[in-house]
């Protein structure tokens, strides 16, 4: 394994989880496209990050104490200037565990899920579905064994009930399907190499374009938490 990924999976043993910083650059390590972004730990950087990441964008707390985020108002969508976002990482800072704010680039597309888990029949299976704040109502998923190969990753966002969500419903534009296999069948093949120090990994929502997929969200549980 890199050494880098096997320092980020170290650094994360305490949490049982991996911060949502150290599990994008872990999933860039496989080759798999995020959104950019900028770990502010001190307000002073909040200028060059939010110059790197460009307005609008979304801030999210970082603690190793809250693993959803959105249960604490630890999630800000559409901020627009630097003053707003001094008051978020100021309240932001009241939260436990506070360890900064990732500032995260806002793009377009529809709302995918991808994740993977270990079941104790069959191994490291991945989830396929229909994304966003949807998935807990819809339960629109298909599930493959991985690694998965590219005709079955096809084949599993073929299967879904709402892929006329992304294939241009209601005029919007369809999702390159393309990139989204390719994103799913690397992602397996990264989940399938962690499977004996991870548990589970929700990629959620992964923003699927014309042009791209790209992982906006990710969450990496280790194993034995």
């Known amino acids: 394994m890199n050494p880098n990924l096997e320092r980020i999976l170290e650094l994360s043993k ?3 989880w991996v911060l949502e910083p150290h599990a994008k650059e872990l999933l860039q390590g496989f080759g798999l496209p995020t959104t950019r972004y900028y770990w502010v730990r001190d307000a002073g950087d909040i200028p060059a990050g939010a110059g790197f990441v460009g307005y609008p964008l979304v801030a999210k707390i970082v603690s190793p104490d809250i693993l959803h985020k959105s249960d604490v108002g630890g999630v800000v969508v ?3 200037e630097e003053s707003e976002l001094r008051e978020i990482f100021a309240r932001f800072s009241g939260l436990k ?3 900064g704010v990732l500032l995260d680039q806002m793009v377009p597309g529809a709302e995918v ?3 993977s888990k270990e079941d104790p029949q069959f191994g490291t299976v991945v989830v396929v579905g229909i994304g966003g704040t949807s998935v807990e109502v819809y339960k629109d998923v298909a599930i493959r064994m991985a690694p998965v190969t590219r005709k079955e990753a096809l084949a599993a966002i073929g299967s879904l009930r709402g892929l006329k969500l992304l294939d241009g419903y209601r005029g919007r534009e369809p999702v390159n399907r393309e990139a989204l296999t390719d994103l799913v ?5 990264a989940a ?3 499977r004996e120090l991870v548990e589970s990994i929700d990629l959620n929502p ?3 374009s014309r042009e791209r997929a790209v992982i906006a969200d990710a969450r990496i549980v280790l194993r034995g938490t």
Request: net charge positive.
């Open 206 to 208: 992964v923003l699927c």
């Open 185 to 189: 069948v690397r992602f397996s093949g």
């Open 14 to 16: 305490s949490a049982g």
């Open 78 to 80: 559409g901020v627009k």
């Open 192 to 194: 399938y190499e962690l």
């Open 113 to 115: 899920l991808v994740g």
């Open 97 to 99: 565990g506070f360890a």
